[in-house]
């Protein structure tokens, strides 16, 4: 893969992650956004995650997967609820790790 | 003025998200390898773009090498979340110039942005100061950086096992998923976003159906709240 391609990418995540963070400050001490437009962003993120960790979880090699060795789904499904429990991304990143390995190991 | 404030109590509130980011910056470092991306480049994306998710998508659409106008758009969607947190933060940063803002929002990430947040709300002897909340921005982008090139660097000696990496990218979002399920309205619309999701997935091509699946269940469920609460007052 090209190292053009590369740094293009590098300067594109760089734009549309600036943006969303700096315009609405720099913005809204002069203007107020639409309320219909920031009550649809409080449902962005809910939307946006689950539209991320569903396929990654129940798809595999392209097709749905809830087989016994999708070790993704069922890492996920036991460590959910201590994630729900504790909030904490440290907690749900180490468990999750320290359950995948394991469960990868029998399979 | 442009000046940083790092002090004790900035340095105990930035620890356990230093830890965090330790951890999933080494992750995110490491998977950048396998997509061929140096320890460089691995630490100006790190500084530049400074985003988990963000990066840990981009990297995974360089190893499908997906189209700019898909990792464009999906990485931008992922981020609209930022907008909400940069206008929550407004009201803190009333009276200040636009080149402390420009510096200041460059780093606010759903952890920085919680916990900068809950020490304006709270820390009131003395009041926590806008240099404190660059401080913390600054040094989580340091720990971040400094992660991101170490795991990329060490990615050429020691190998991991690609699919443990990846799921180290479901685990986060899951993580952050969960604090945004707060009531029942917020996990159903997480729960059909997902599932439309997966459907959209065997359809749509250039993986747009994140962006899709997303759009369509947030829209729908603003649509609908807006429509009850205009019912609600005319009834």
């Known amino acids: 893969m090209g190292k053009e391609y590369i740094w293009s990418v590098i300067i594109l995540m760089s734009i549309v992650t600036y943006l969303p963070r700096c315009l609405p400050m720099a913005i809204l001490s002069h203007y107020h956004l639409p309320s219909w437009f920031t009550k649809w962003l409080t449902f962005v993120p809910t939307a946006i995650f689950g539209a991320l960790i569903f396929p990654d979880i129940f798809i595999t090699n392209g097709n749905i997967s809830i087989a016994l060795n999708n070790v993704a789904l069922w890492t996920t499904v036991i460590i959910?609820?201590?994630?729900?429990?504790?909030?904490?991304l440290g907690y749900t990143i180490m468990t999750g790790?320290?359950?995948?390995a394991t469960l990868q190991s029998f399979v | 003025m442009l000046s940083i404030n790092i002090n004790r109590r900035v340095l105990q509130k930035?620890?356990?998200?230093a830890l965090g980011y330790l951890v999933l910056g080494l992750a995110c470092g490491m998977l950048g390898q396998k997509a061929n991306i140096s320890p460089i480049e691995m630490l100006a994306m790190?500084?530049?773009a400074y985003a988990g998710s963000s990066q840990f998508i981009g990297i995974a659409m360089i190893l499908q090498s997906a189209s700019f106008f898909s990792i464009g758009l999906t990485i931008l969607i992922v981020n609209l979340r930022y907008v909400l947190f940069s206008s929550t933060l407004?009201?803190?940063?009333?009276?200040?110039?636009?080149p402390f803002l420009a510096l200041y929002t460059h780093g606010i990430t759903d952890e920085t942005f919680a916990v900068n947040l809950n020490a304006f709300e709270t820390e009131t002897d003395p009041y926590w100061t806008q240099e404190?909340?660059?401080?913390?921005n600054f040094l989580g982008c340091v720990v971040w950086a400094i992660s991101n090139a170490l795991g990329c660097y060490a990615s050429e000696f020691i190998s991991l096992d690609i699919r443990l990496v990846s799921y180290i990218l479901t685990a986060m979002f899951l993580g952050i998923w969960v604090n945004y399920l707060v009531n029942r309205t917020m996990i159903l619309v997480g729960l059909s976003s997902g599932i439309l999701a997966v459907i959209l997935a065997q359809i749509v091509p250039f993986k747009l159906h994140i962006v899709l699946s997303s759009i369509i269940c947030s829209g729908l469920a603003c649509y609908l709240s807006i429509k009850q609460g205009s019912d609600d007052h005319n009834g």
């Open chain 1, 80 to 88: 959910a609820p201590i994630a729900m429990k504790t909030k904490s």
């Open chain 1, 97 to 100: 790790a320290l359950v995948f």
């Open chain 2, 14 to 17: 930035i620890s356990p998200i």
């Open chain 2, 46 to 48: 790190s500084i530049f």
């Open chain 2, 90 to 98: 407004t009201p803190y940063f009333s009276k200040r110039r636009l």
């Open chain 2, 132 to 136: 404190e909340a660059l401080a913390l």
